[in-house]
């Protein structure tokens, strides 16, 4: 048992200073019958070889993983990793320390906590940000109940027909035992993917208590979100903007810029792997004044008796080991060791690189778009798009499978979340993908539209 | 004085003879502060020529002008900065760190490397299924493995953490008992609960009866027969509860809950006493949520990310989260026709890459050395409650399983707080316990020592604690002063909730 180092003697030491005989001994007040029960019936331990062979199998088996072009995304997407990323997550230091309870013994932890969000206010333009969430979808969940806690008077929970289903989804199971709400989907633009503004002018009324927009959405359309925000605040109501592709935001102005009130999002994109979904990291910039009815951990700088600079967590009253039934969520452990890789991703990318990033993505989706519209095949919506965009297909099944014989993966069918877009293809384009590639994609296509 | 970057027990020489010794730097400079203007440490391959820059291609009038305030810095001072920040922690793989409830074993490190594997980190999860045949698979054996260690029906893997876990299994009773017909509007939970049940339970709408355990420690079955009633949805129970205590009346709680149609919600928490030992399936729970990143090893990266699978009973399975896992005579696939499932609680499938080391783990230790990680994580704590018993009484007589809560005298003999007993263990290189948890024992040290710590860290740390006990008695300022050998003496966390300073700020 080579993760135990209690030799046979160890044992009999410590059993005897106990003044027990056998370890069996220690839980014999464990009921009988559940004790004669309690084996585990599962394999014997595996040398460390042995798991990796046992584990590497099953990877390889995963095909899909390596050798495809790949054009998915809808939510997760494929950027490049600097190596320093995982040289500082992969520091046992870091990996193997516990949520920062003991300020002195943690401020490694907590200082880049506080740097995390820092980056999150900069990049929202937002006045306060957590310590992290699960991922994008359960923080958007955690901002409409931000926003009940904020006006618990008012009923209607208008959700973007546009934002990712996933988000909606998790927005649904959270709300679903809370009595008194009511949740509204705001079509989009059949045109332009947009969210359709007049809709939201139809239910804009002291009812509304948020309206939630992906941005960009969730077919790659880059939302109106000033007006979507401004409407939403003609009624009294809070604006809530969720991004999936943290990466938009080093381009497009920032939802605080267009007056949202609590910005939330998916980290992955900042340096994490894809991993087949998770973990990834949320995100959640709010505005100062609503800061009490924030969820999640907060670090806050503050000084150490000698008068230096520290670190630790705080306004904790807030949190459910403090305030159990009356907490403003339940959350406790989170993801800080993807938001660690966030803040080095980003302080590595910088001010000029993440928006070169930002751009580059932009540029060779747009290219990748003029090349397969050159080859006849048209997007669906005209909206303006980051870098992802939705193709009108005859059948977009048919051109998955096409693509496939060729070891390209094309993207996303929308179909099986959108009934009315069964003609749809959500296609990614990262700096990952090169220029040549979208030819390829194109004849691909091609051969069956 | 330590300088910045050195931790724990080492002697830190005051009058150090090294002639150009660096004076001790106010902490580490923020990532902000190391900044200067057009420095960078990322290359983009290079544009086509004549391409249009991304910004005139959608329109300057959707894009910001800037990233006010941004880092800016070669890669080299990055890694610097993250590097020094990192020697700035405690960590389970550096100390002995005994958190009770929190199970900080050893991770073993090469499972780090099996979620680093290209077919494991490289797999988007919108790949169509029979391109990910091998995760699907190791995502089924994943719940088979947690079906038997914890002798329930079905599993979901998809809950991102325990607390979420908590809210999936909450949610599927409601959703069972309203299947039925029945609203019901009430949840108990024990005085002694982890902050995330009630928590929890307010978030799935369910109101909290506090059900109180007895003068022994432990819940008696006659309480939760006095508080059940045709109103109450469930029990949640941590076994063993905070106290370290295991619930002796547990199968005859089950019973009465059932009786009156109440669900048992197993808090999983402090599995790692249970394995091979007794299965929560057995005691008669209809819900356990596990934790993998405390009984299953996945690292606790400063607070995360985890994982919370839910295990359930037949008649809860039909409500669990989407998706779910599903195998026909093509493969593994999911099953997109649940019509009762609670829905989703996140993105995508669940958290992979820890599934992933989880995974690993129980593949290392197999069924025999996970029932021997529980019992030798038994008889760590049992001999540490021991062995510091005659300075620190255990708070309850009853036998303890993985942890041991102990008490003391030294604040109303010496006026040093728990605390403060805290705060001193970090000089000598320890984590300290959880202190004032649970909230039934005042001043309440709460030691889980796990099974992978060597008898010799054992006898180190009840010298550190007797010492501690002798310093309360006879030196106490040495102790109200601690830590001293830290990067920072310590901190005013009252200043910092007195007046939030929570992100850096360019001076004007």
């Known amino acids: ?449 | 004085m330590a300088s910045a970057g050195r931790i724990g027990p080492v002697a830190v020489s005051e009058t150090s003879s090294t002639p150009h010794r660096i004076e001790p730097v106010a902490g580490v400079p923020l990532i902000f502060e190391l900044s200067s203007e057009g420095r960078r440490a990322t290359d983009l391959s290079p544009r086509a020529a004549g391409e249009r820059r991304g910004a005139e291609i959608i329109g300057v009038e959707l894009c910001r002008e800037d990233l006010p305030g941004f880092p800016e810095l070669s890669e080299p001072q990055v890694l610097r900065h993250f590097l020094r920040l990192s020697q700035l922690n405690f960590a389970q793989a550096l100390q002995f760190y005994p958190l009770g409830s929190c199970t900080m074993k050893y991770n073993p490190v090469v499972n780090d490397e099996l979620a680093a594997l290209p077919g494991l980190a490289g797999l988007h999860p919108a790949t169509p299924v029979h391109l990910a045949q091998g995760a699907l698979e190791l995502l089924a054996r994943m719940e088979a493995a947690l079906a038997e260690i914890t002798g329930m029906d079905a599993v979901s893997l998809h809950p991102a953490a325990g607390a979420q876990g908590e809210l999936t299994g909450l949610l599927m009773v409601r959703a069972y008992h309203r299947k039925r017909g029945e609203v019901r509007h009430k949840v108990i939970i024990p005085d002694t609960s982890h902050g995330t049940n009630p928590a929890s339970c307010t978030l799935a709408g369910f109101e909290v009866i506090v059900a109180k355990s007895n003068r022994r420690g432990y819940l008696e079955a006659a309480e939760v027969r006095r508080l059940v009633s045709d109103d109450v949805a469930a029990m949640m129970v941590t076994n063993p509860n905070t106290l370290g205590i295991f619930e002796p009346e547990i199968q005859d709680i089950a019973a009465a809950l059932h009786e009156r149609g109440a669900m048992l919600y197993l808090d999983g928490a402090n599995m790692n006493a249970l394995l091979g030992v007794a299965k929560p399936g057995h005691m008669g729970a209809d819900i356990v949520q596990l934790n993998l990143h405390k009984s299953f090893s996945t690292p606790h990266g400063g607070g995360g990310p985890g994982a919370g699978p839910v295990a359930v009973k037949k008649h809860l399975e039909p409500f669990l989260p989407m998706p779910r896992l599903k195998h026909s005579g093509a493969g593994y696939e999911f099953d997109a026709e649940r019509p009762d499932s609670i829905g989703r609680m996140r993105s995508f499938h669940n958290n992979f890459g820890m599934i992933v080391r989880a995974y690993a783990y129980i593949l290392a230790l197999g069924g025999d050395g996970l029932g021997m990680a529980s019992r030798l994580a038994i008889l760590a704590a049992n001999y540490l409650r021991k062995r510091l018993q005659p300075h620190f009484p255990s708070a309850t007589g009853e036998p303890s399983m993985h942890e041991c809560v102990l008490s003391h005298e030294l604040e109303k003999r010496a006026d040093v707080s728990t605390l403060e007993i805290a705060k001193r263990l970090l000089d000598f290189g320890i984590h300290p316990p959880t202190i004032y948890f649970p909230l039934v024992v005042p001043g309440a040290l709460m030691i889980e020592p796990t099974e992978t710590e060597s008898k010799e860290i054992l006898d180190s740390f009840v010298d550190a604690m007797e010492r501690i006990y002798d310093e309360a008695l006879n030196d106490p300022e040495r102790v109200k002063n601690a830590p001293q050998n830290l990067p920072v003496s310590r901190v005013d966390e009252a200043g910092a909730a007195r007046h939030p300073i929570l992100r850096w700020e360019k001076k004007a």
């Open chain 1, 1 to 449: 048992m080579r993760f135990m180092p209690q030799t046979e003697s160890d044992v009999a030491a410590m059993l005897e200073t106990i003044g027990a005989r056998h370890l069996d001994d220690l839980i014999a007040h464990v009921p009988a019958s559940l004790r004669a029960s309690a084996t585990i019936k599962l394999e014997r331990g595996l040398s460390e070889a042995d798991v990796v062979r046992e584990i590497s199998a099953l990877a390889a088996r995963n095909t899909g993983a390596s050798g495809f072009l790949s054009f998915l995304g809808a939510g997760y997407y494929r950027h490049y990793v600097p190596a320093a990323v995982r040289a500082v997550i992969a520091r046992a230091e870091f990996a193997t320390s516990y949520t920062p309870y003991q300020a002195e013994a943690s401020q490694g932890t907590t200082q880049a906590i506080f740097e995390f969000q820092t980056l999150i206010t900069q990049l929202t333009a937002m006045e306060v940000a957590n310590a992290s969430m699960y991922d994008g979808a359960s923080a958007a969940a955690e901002a409409v109940l931000m926003a009940r806690r904020l006006m618990p008077k008012r009923p209607v929970v208008a959700l973007s027909r546009a934002l990712w289903p996933e988000y909606r989804a998790t927005i649904r199971t959270y709300l679903s035992a809370l009595d008194g709400l009511d949740i509204v989907e705001v079509p989009f633009d059949d045109a332009t993917g947009a969210t359709d503004l007049s809709a939201l002018d139809r239910i804009a009324n002291d009812r509304l208590l948020c309206m939630v927009t992906g941005y960009p959405n969730a077919l790659g359309i880059i939302e109106p979100l000033g007006a979507l925000a401004q409407m939403t605040h003609r009624a009294g109501g809070l604006a809530i903007s969720a991004t999936a592709e943290g990466i938009a935001l080093g381009l497009l102005r920032a939802p605080g810029e267009l007056g949202v009130d609590i910005a939330v999002g998916e980290g992955q994109s900042f340096g994490l792997p894809l991993q087949f979904g998770g973990p990834g990291v949320g995100f959640m910039g709010a505005r100062l004044t609503h800061l009490r009815q924030m969820p999640g951990r907060l670090v806050g700088q503050t000084r150490d008796r000698d008068g230096r600079r520290a670190f630790c967590l705080t306004l904790n009253t807030r949190e459910q080991h403090i305030r159990r039934e009356r907490a403003t969520s339940n959350i406790c452990t989170n993801h800080s060791l993807c938001a660690l890789a966030a803040t080095v991703y980003l302080s590595l990318m910088g001010r000029a690189g993440l928006r070169e990033l930002a751009e580059r993505n932009v540029e060779l989706a747009h290219q990748a778009a003029a090349v397969l519209e050159a080859a006849g095949i048209r997007r669906r919506f005209s909206g303006p798009f980051f870098n992802e965009f939705t193709l009108k297909l005859a059948n977009p099944s048919a051109a998955l499978e096409a693509a496939e014989r060729r070891q390209i993966l094309a993207g996303v069918a929308l179909g099986n979340d959108y009934s009315e877009l069964s003609d749809a293809l959500l296609v990614s384009v990262t700096e990952m993908n090169r220029g040549d590639e979208f030819s390829r994609l194109a004849a691909a296509i091609a051969e069956v539209r």
